[in-house]
């Protein structure tokens, strides 16, 4: 079935459009958003108000620009996501290759810790370390970066061992080379692929989990903006003012979407193997 | 310059412990080249990996030195030694197709030890790479070292092997069946390209094979290894002119009756004896036409039988 590859491949186009527009309005925040998205107006008419022209997306309950909000909002969670996945990144990559690379016992300890980390579910674990901390921005995307890197440090291990019985790590070596000169330059480089699918992958899951953290009210707390928390703030509201709750729910589904789709034709691509399945 | 002193490596397998290397002595001088025969898993490359330090995690060198110039190999640290592999020894592999990182442009990878080992600046270094890829006779360096090794050829590939084993100018180039995954007119190039550059750095060969052909185009002295020990040890003149050890003799038949165009081939019965069951006495007795009783049992040690021709069989007595 080749139109349906052809299909998706376009979907993955619009969703790298969309992460594209919406990196763009979190980088430009300041320039896009016409109200200042914590100013408060408690005036009855300002509360509330349907999306118009004046109000792109209505007013909340607090008489604050939606539209505003979400502009905002876009740039909290994205940059959480980044942030978290960026962290996963370095402790997963890194956990990984030095297990896969030295094995022995350096990789029984390693790959033991990661499965101890695995045996939580995510979302508790979670849960748990911000009771702990205490609900901010930076121990959120601290959180969700701890607790995403196992998944990546056993695909880099995976990786690991394959690659470093390949020749030309044998050849460079017997070059004069060093362990981190062998690890870094000859054999990540060839791991890369898996793992950049499964980081854009991450970034939808990290936004994700911080939109549900938030919405919790354990995530980004208010005033700051999220979409998490304006769905939270709308949801007493959603008889009659149901775009409190709409726009930050769908900003929260296209941008996971995209990634996914993004993320998923990623890996036809680099992993070439993977095919068959998706003809189906 | 390389004296390698009752070299053995141990096995550990499921099915047991078992001798890739059983006291091997070899060396090699300055400007000489030794070649290294013997059929597949008669420890050839285990012996060449040894003088590395390269050896799998599952070998272990049990006993042994391999000195280089007086130093021990094999009791330096791994500082030490990343300073001696490319540097003074450097190494080739069977495989071109697979031995460059795909990764990698070839100007990358060849400037890499080139800068690590003698400090020199990225456009310093691709000058000398450019030189070392026309000495191995690519054509079109300058544009070759842009390129990925898939776009090269399997003989081109081993080229660039050699200019990087070369690069540094190493006192002992060690060539693990460097021809075996070639067609057979890049062998021959390839070989050339060795020879030459065997003169004109002045530098030793260890050249590994199973094909004597290929032992007979640069070796200086040969020895022959069966079943993890050395058999028969002579300068090359000597083992083409006058082998002693049956299957020396046995081989060399195999070989010179291709050039006769006789019908048949003189085939060398049965298999190499088990590594982790080694008999009593000699290992290739087996498989020998000469062997009798006496074969069985008894140790079976090198001996001396012409100056320099040394010889591991109970037959050819002095």
Redesign the interface.
């Known amino acids: 079935m080749k139109n349906k590859r052809d299909f998706r491949k376009k979907y993955a186009g619009v969703g790298l459009a969309v992460i594209l527009i919406m990196f763009l309005v979190a980088v430009f925040a300041n320039f896009i958003a016409p109200y200042d998205p914590e100013e408060i107006n408690l005036e009855p008419d300002a509360r509330l108000q349907a999306p118009s022209m004046k109000h792109l997306l209505g007013t909340d309950d607090l008489g604050r620009d939606v539209f505003s909000r979400m502009v905002y909002g876009a740039r909290i969670s994205l940059s959480v996501g980044f942030v978290a996945v960026f962290l996963s990144l370095v402790i997963g990559v890194t956990v990984g290759a030095i297990a896969g690379y030295f094995?022995g016992w350096v990789d029984t300890l390693l790959m033991r810790i990661v499965e101890i980390v695995m045996c939580f579910p995510r979302i508790f674990l979670i849960l748990m370390l911000i009771a702990f901390l205490g609900p901010n921005i930076i121990i959120v995307m601290a959180v969700i970066g701890l607790t995403g890197w196992t998944g990546l440090a056993r695909l880099v291990r995976a990786e690991f061992l394959s690659l470093k019985e390949?020749?030309?790590v044998?050849?460079?070596?017997?070059?004069?080379?060093?362990d981190r000169?062998i690890i870094f330059?000859?054999i990540l480089?060839?791991a890369l692929s898996p793992v950049y699918v499964s980081a854009v992958l991450g970034v939808g899951g990290a936004i994700l989990i911080e939109s549900s953290l938030s919405f919790l009210g354990l995530g980004v707390q208010i005033p700051t903006p999220s979409w998490g928390n304006i769905l939270t703030s709308g949801m007493h509201y959603i008889e009659s003012a149901w775009w409190l709750m709409l726009f930050p729910g769908l900003a929260i589904l296209i941008t996971v979407l995209s990634y996914n789709l993004v993320g998923e034709t990623l890996r036809d691509i680099l992993d070439p193997r993977l095919k068959g399945f998706n003809q189906k | 310059m390389l004296e390698i002193i009752n070299l053995t490596v141990k096995f550990n397998t499921q099915s047991g412990e078992l001798k890739a290397c059983d006291k091997i002595n070899l060396s090699i001088e300055k400007g000489k080249n030794l070649g290294l025969v013997g059929e597949s898993g008669c420890g050839k490359s285990m012996t060449c990996l040894s003088i590395l330090k390269l050896l799998p995690p599952e070998a272990q060198i049990t006993w042994g030195q391999v000195l280089y110039n007086g130093k021990n190999l094999l009791t330096m640290d791994n500082k030490g030694l990343r300073r001696i592999r490319g540097n003074k020894i450097s190494m080739i592999f069977q495989e071109p197709m697979s031995s460059l990182n795909p990764v990698l442009t070839i100007g990358e990878q060849m400037r890499e030890a080139i800068i690590a080992h003698k400090g020199l600046s990225k456009s310093e270094a691709d000058k000398e790479v450019i030189s070392l890829l026309e000495k191995v006779k690519i054509d079109k360096p300058e544009a070759r070292i842009y390129e990925y090794p898939h776009n090269l050829s399997g003989g081109m590939r081993q080229r660039v092997m050699i200019a990087m084993a070369i690069s540094l100018k190493p006192d002992l180039l060690i060539a693990d069946e460097p021809t075996t995954a070639l067609d057979v007119t890049t062998q021959a190039q390839v070989l050339e390209l060795l020879d030459e550059l065997q003169r004109e750095y002045k530098m030793s060969v260890l050249i590994v094979s199973h094909d004597f052909g290929v032992i007979a185009r640069l070796a200086d002295t040969i020895a022959v290894m069966y079943a993890g020990e050395i058999v028969e040890y002579a300068s090359s003149e000597t083992l083409f002119k006058h082998p002693a050890h049956p299957y020396t003799k046995a081989l060399l038949s195999s070989l010179k009756q291709m050039q006769s165009k006789k019908d048949s081939l003189t085939v060398l019965k049965g298999n190499v004896c088990d590594l982790s069951n080694l008999p009593t006495g000699c290992r290739f007795e087996e498989r020998c036409s000469f062997a009798d009783e006496s074969c069985k049992s008894g140790v079976n040690k090198l001996i001396e039988m012409d100056k320099g021709h040394y010889v591991r069989c109970f037959k050819c007595k002095i």
């Open positions: 094995g390949r020749d030309y044998q050849a460079a070596r017997a070059l004069g080379a060093g000169r330059k000859h480089p060839n």
